[in-house]
């Protein structure tokens, strides 16, 4: 079982920050590929950014860069979100996902283990 728990959401103005955490175990942090992820009422899920276990590195749509950073806590066993300057349009829930497998890491399938998610709603 890989556990992923996810929290930090909530209602924000646009252009409001929130910080988004994904709790999950050593091993997870240390050896799989963690995602995040959204789905807006009536659309499929989106792939919002991904890190790398062994090097750190990121990748974010495009409709987020520049504006969302994930990170990850080794000594905290989470992986966070940090979302500046939040549209309507990040309304979503969103949700942390790893996966331990080759696959295309910016797409859902990839991914075996999720989160029960958080929800994240933008007001104007």
């Known amino acids: 079982q890989v556990p992923l728990v996810e929290s930090g959401g909530g209602l924000v103005q646009a252009g409001g920050t929130l910080r988004l955490s994904c709790v999950t175990s050593r091993s997870t942090l240390s050896s799989y590929v963690i995602a995040w992820f959204r789905q807006a009422p009536g659309t499929e899920r989106e792939f919002v950014s991904v890190?790398?276990?062994?090097?750190?590195?990121?990748v974010y749509a495009e409709s987020v860069k520049g504006r969302f950073t994930m990170t990850r806590d080794s000594a905290e066993n989470t992986v966070y979100l940090q979302m500046n300057n939040l549209k309507i349009e990040d309304s979503a829930m969103y949700y942390c996902?790893?996966?331990?497998?080759?696959?295309?890491?910016?797409?859902?399938?990839?991914?075996?283990?999720w989160g029960r998610g958080t929800q994240v709603t933008v007001s104007s």
């Open positions: 890190i790398s276990s062994l090097t750190d590195s990121t």
């Open positions: 996902a790893a996966a331990n497998r080759a696959g295309n890491p910016f797409d859902s399938s990839a991914y075996d283990y």
